[in-house]
């Protein structure tokens, strides 16, 4: 080989450059104004190449969104291994990896729960899905806790789904405090979301649920305050 010559760059590599320009550019400008010749520009090369790899911006943003999601689904699920530790170890090292990785990845973070929800059901889908992935993964952790932990076998399967639904809805709220919020660690954010949510798990599958009040009591109280 001639001293002139360079080795090309594989194209596997070169599509996860521009992805990379992507993640950050969406991130930080937002869908609407992010630009191709700027995505191009990061990342080293020309904007006809960018289109000859992704076809169009809408695409390149839908390749960004499935990336993204895609490994925050598997630091999750790699996380919460190995299957063998008891639900809650489990869940807290589940917590720990989603924290983790929202941190250390925050531009595909925001290009997640902020950009891709708000621009388009195409977009808003595959969070969707990724996300329903993370529901069901939590749920199973919950109801394996409840049937093997010595609590409440018969916990019912929407409880659970609903219980799964709100820790996770929890955890996405957290991780955007916790990336605005100087001196959070993961662990610390992980922490705080098992205080808050296990003690109560705890209780309701020892069959030990908070229970409402009557309506027509909660209603009474609210005349007579009236």
Do not use: C
């Amino acid at each position: 080989m001639g001293a002139g010559k360079t080795k090309r760059m594989p194209r596997a590599v070169r599509e996860q450059q521009m992805l990379d320009a992507a993640v950050q550019t969406f991130a930080r400008r937002g869908y609407t104004a992010a630009s191709m010749d700027e995505i191009a520009e990061l990342a080293g090369v020309s904007k006809p190449l960018v289109y000859l790899y992704l076809n169009s911006k809408e695409d390149l943003f839908t390749a960004v969104v499935r990336r993204e999601a895609r490994a925050l689904a598997e630091a999750v699920r790699a996380g919460a291994r190995p299957a063998g530790e008891p639900a809650d170890r489990q869940l807290w090292n589940g917590l720990r990896a989603f924290f983790t990785h929202t941190a250390q990845h925050p531009d595909g973070w925001a290009v997640l729960h902020l950009q891709a929800r708000t621009h388009g059901e195409r977009f808003a889908a595959e969070v969707a899905a990724a996300r329903e992935e993370i529901v069901a993964f939590v749920t199973q952790l919950i109801a394996a806790a409840a049937r093997d932990a010595h609590r409440d076998p018969d916990l019912p399967e929407r409880e659970v789904a609903g219980l799964a639904e709100a820790l996770v809805g929890a955890a996405e709220s957290l991780a955007d405090w916790a990336g605005a919020t100087p001196g959070v660690t993961a662990r610390q954010a992980a922490a705080t979301l098992m205080n808050f949510a296990w003690a109560g798990l705890d209780d309701l599958m020892r069959g030990r649920p908070w229970i409402p009040p009557e309506d027509d009591a909660g209603e009474g109280a609210a005349v007579r305050a009236g």
